[in-house]
């Protein structure tokens, strides 16, 4: 492991806490490339350069153009599409937020220390900050209303997998980059919002029947009214 | 070779559904007919292959497999059978009675056909990577079938369901990473995710590894396959799903990811076994007391469904925690079988009637009687009376599992019995309400529909009472 690693995976949590604490969603977006810029960092400097497989080139590659370009830039297209920039009424405010990740990742180390390191190479950091990571994504799932800020908390936990995929699986080649299949569901999740128009919490439904589907309220059908049409069948 | 058939077949049916059925949508429901046919063709033609030695490291059969194709294709089969009749139906009493448009039919069917392959996808694979690629693909292809009513409810409850499952994959991933990491291959060995690498080199895990793991996958497939604490996407998507999707839903893809939980448990080393069957006995238990408290009060017979789903998955859970494998694989087709049969009778009901809620639909019996008898035959069989095959299979459990572990699980499959008979009698019995039913005419589609459930009916009777024989005769 070298010390370029360790600043990668101090960089990584850095932009954790920075996450929680920021409410633009344009700055969000941005952080998130930034984490994707540093996923394709990560496998070249795990070993010394002069190890380097051609494997690892090959998964930098990916994770820069995927996880740093490809999906923040779409993000940044459906943010524009549904018009949204700011996260406002967070579930959790913004400074208690990050106390909480801040939590979270004190709990990771504390797993991580749990787990005896892995017998072959591997960084012992990885499994703590790819788990911080993971859970502050899935905090951002739960702590913020918006579906484009829950999609961007999603690509958060996914880089977090993929961390831990890039720092202890270098042996297992690619298998690392099953996580590129989980980018789907960011794809998904962006192509909802922009052509289904599901901008925050389904609010083209009125405010008193937001919570439609749950177990004490009667069901009723005939409310339930039509959708708009989606983009891609308005023939 | 041979395993591709149904995994292949599908996926490749599908565009040529969407392309004939875009003409007529009798084709479409052909096709999709024929599909059927064929992947059931193709399963048992699996049969002959399930002994053989498994060359490919990525696609094999083998017996839990097998099991898990053939609830699958069978239940498939008769989905489609029912589909061909009900989707001219619920176009007309459906779409056109309450103003909505639905999901054009070859784009349905063609999804459906790719649901199909990725199940039969997830049950073939004999590698933890292909294994959890499969899981994902099931998730994606079911999303938007959920979708075909175009409600905003069902909206919403296709939003969750994705949202809440991509979660539990990527849990699920994390875990089959960790897995890698606790189980090293002895030196030399082409490293991988097969379980026949892992299997092997199972003497040399590192337990702390291993059981973190089993912890992440156990979150990660139990979230899709409706376990407790996780559950809470499975009531939303399978009411809201038109009721041929809930049968798929509910009866074959929960089965699926219970199969990514048992195959880990399959790699699982001796020593750590127990540690995971604790956990499998204290959620089966934890989901048995959600379902029972939400079966009680529930207003909405579809949910009502849902959540003895979330039931007998616990049940399953508890089956395999026990060791019971057998049986909880008995319990695991009977459930599905008995599940389908309910939920075309609830869909049968809510085209009738065009409500979900309970307090709505009165005097079934009066109405439709066939429907009625149907769906109070449906209720004693999930529940597990007698000659229902879940008696035996849940009497075996109840007897394996001890004084305080049986008594627990007695006391709540009774009260989800009085949740349910109490819902199912309201419904059928009474006076009708005159505004509750869509028309006349409905309510005539509903009880021609109601054959295919008739038929499941008896035939899960003769498979109850010939497994009551059988039990009583090992006494």
């Known amino acids: 492991m070298t010390a370029w690693c360790e600043a990668v995976l101090a960089a990584f949590l850095l932009t954790d806490i920075m996450l929680a604490a920021s409410s633009r969603l344009l700055h969000c977006i941005r952080i998130v490339a930034a984490q994707g810029l540093l996923l394709g960092i990560l496998p070249l400097v795990i070993r010394s350069w002069s190890e380097v497989h051609p494997d690892q080139i090959w998964i930098s590659l990916v994770n820069i153009g995927i996880k740093g370009v490809a999906l923040p830039l779409l993000l940044i297209l459906a943010m524009k599409q549904a018009n949204v920039r700011r996260e406002l009424e967070p579930f959790v405010g913004y400074s208690l937020s990050v106390v909480a990740v801040l939590g979270l990742t004190g709990i990771s180390f504390w797993v991580g220390a749990q787990l005896p390191p892995p017998v072959e190479a591997?960084?012992?950091?990885?499994?703590?900050?790819?788990?911080?990571?993971?859970?502050?994504?899935?905090?951002?799932?739960?702590?913020?209303?918006?579906?484009?800020?829950?999609?961007?908390?999603?690509?958060?936990?996914?880089?977090?997998?993929?961390?831990?995929?890039?720092?202890?699986?270098?042996?297992?080649?690619?298998?690392?980059?099953?996580?590129?299949?989980?980018?789907?569901?960011?794809?998904?999740?962006?192509?909802?919002?922009?052509?289904?128009?599901?901008?925050?919490?389904?609010?083209?439904?009125?405010?008193?029947?937001?919570?439609?589907?749950?177990?004490?309220?009667?069901p009723d059908e005939e409310d339930a009214e039509a959708l708009p049409t989606p983009a891609e069948e308005g023939r | 070779m041979m395993v591709l058939i149904p995994i292949l077949l599908p996926a490749l049916m599908a565009p040529v559904i969407w392309f004939a059925g875009r003409r007529s949508s009798l084709a479409a429901r052909v096709l999709l007919l024929v599909t059927a046919l064929l992947h059931a063709g193709g399963t048992i033609a699996l049969y002959r292959w399930c002994d053989a030695p498994m060359e490919g490291e990525y696609l094999g059969v083998d017996p839990l497999g097998l099991w898990v194709v053939s609830i699958t294709s069978l239940l498939f089969l008769c989905v489609s059978l029912h589909a061909f009749f009900w989707l001219p139906m619920a176009r007309k009493y459906e779409g056109g009675a309450h103003g909505r448009s639905l999901m054009s039919e070859h784009l349905f069917c063609s999804i459906l056909v790719c649901f199909l392959s990725t199940m039969t996808l997830v049950a073939l694979s004999r590698n933890f990577g292909l294994l959890w690629v499969a899981v994902e693909a099931t998730t994606l292809a079911s999303a938007p079938l959920i979708c075909f009513h175009r409600s905003a409810g069902s909206l919403e409850a296709m939003w969750k369901y994705l949202l809440i499952c991509s979660v539990g994959i990527g849990l699920a991933l994390f875990g089959t990473l960790m897995l890698g990491v606790a189980i090293q291959p002895p030196v030399g060995a082409e490293p991988g995710l097969g379980f026949t690498v892992l299997g092997a080199a199972c003497n040399t895990v590192n337990p702390a590894w291993f059981k973190a793991a089993f912890i992440f996958c156990f979150a990660g497939y139990g979230l899709k396959m409706g376990l407790a604490p996780f559950h809470t996407w499975l009531p939303?998507?399978?009411?809201?799903?038109?009721?041929?999707?809930?049968?798929?839903?509910?009866?074959?893809?929960?089965?699926?990811?219970?199969?990514?939980?048992?195959?880990?448990?399959?790699?699982?080393?001796?020593?750590?076994?127990?540690?995971?069957?604790?956990?499998?006995?204290?959620?089966?238990?934890?989901?048995?007391?959600?379902?029972?408290?939400?079966?009680?009060?529930?207003?909405?017979?579809?949910?009502?469904?849902?959540?003895?789903?979330?039931?007998?998955?616990?049940?399953?859970?508890?089956?395999?925690g026990l060791d019971e494998e057998v049986t909880g694989l008995i319990h695991m087709g009977?459930?599905?079988?008995?599940?389908?049969?309910?939920?075309?009778?609830?869909?049968?009901?809510?085209?009738?009637?065009?409500?979900?809620?309970?307090?709505?639909?009165?005097?079934?019996?009066?109405?439709?009687?066939?429907?009625?008898?149907?769906?109070?035959?449906?209720?004693?069989?999930?529940?597990?009376?007698?000659?229902?095959?879940?008696?035996?299979?849940?009497?075996?459990?109840?007897?394996?599992?001890?004084?305080?572990?049986?008594?627990?699980?007695?006391?709540?499959?009774?009260?989800v019995f009085c949740g349910m008979s109490m819902i199912v009698f309201r419904m059928v019995g009474g006076k009708a309400a005159p505004e509750c039913a869509v028309s006349r005419d409905a309510e005539r589609a509903a009880e021609k529909l109601a054959w295919l459930p008739g038929v499941l009916a008896v035939l899960l009777l003769g498979w109850g009472s010939l497994l009551i024989w059988n039990f009583m005769g090992r006494l």
Not at chain 1, 203 to 217: F, M, P, Q, T, V
Not at chain 2, 285 to 302: E, H, N, P, T
């Open chain 2, 236 to 320: 939303d998507a399978h009411s809201e799903a038109p009721s041929m999707v809930s049968v798929l839903l509910s009866g074959a893809l929960l089965n699926c990811s219970f199969l990514g939980i048992v195959r880990v448990l399959g790699v699982a080393p001796a020593s750590l076994r127990s540690f995971c069957n604790g956990y499998l006995v204290a959620f089966g238990v934890l989901s048995l007391v959600i379902a029972a408290f939400f079966i009680i009060r529930q207003s909405d017979y579809k949910r009502m469904l849902a959540y003895s789903s979330v039931e007998h998955m616990g049940l399953l859970a508890i089956f395999f």
């Open chain 1, 122 to 218: 591997g960084v012992r950091l990885a499994m703590p900050v790819a788990f911080s990571t993971m859970l502050t994504g899935l905090f951002m799932v739960m702590a913020r209303r918006k579906a484009i800020t829950q999609a961007i908390g999603f690509l958060i936990f996914e880089n977090g997998i993929t961390l831990f995929g890039t720092g202890l699986m270098i042996e297992y080649g690619l298998v690392v980059e099953l996580g590129i299949l989980l980018d789907v569901f960011v794809l998904v999740f962006v192509m909802g919002i922009a052509l289904f128009q599901i901008n925050q919490e389904f609010e083209h439904i009125d405010a008193d029947k937001l919570n439609r589907l749950g177990d004490w309220s009667a």
């Open chain 2, 334 to 415: 009977v459930h599905s079988l008995t599940k389908m049969m309910l939920f075309l009778i609830a869909g049968n009901i809510l085209m009738a009637c065009g409500t979900r809620s309970v307090e709505k639909v009165r005097g079934l019996f009066e109405r439709m009687p066939r429907t009625a008898w149907l769906w109070a035959a449906g209720m004693f069989l999930i529940c597990g009376t007698p000659p229902s095959p879940l008696f035996v299979t849940e009497l075996l459990l109840v007897q394996r599992a001890g004084w305080w572990l049986g008594g627990t699980i007695l006391l709540l499959l009774f009260a």
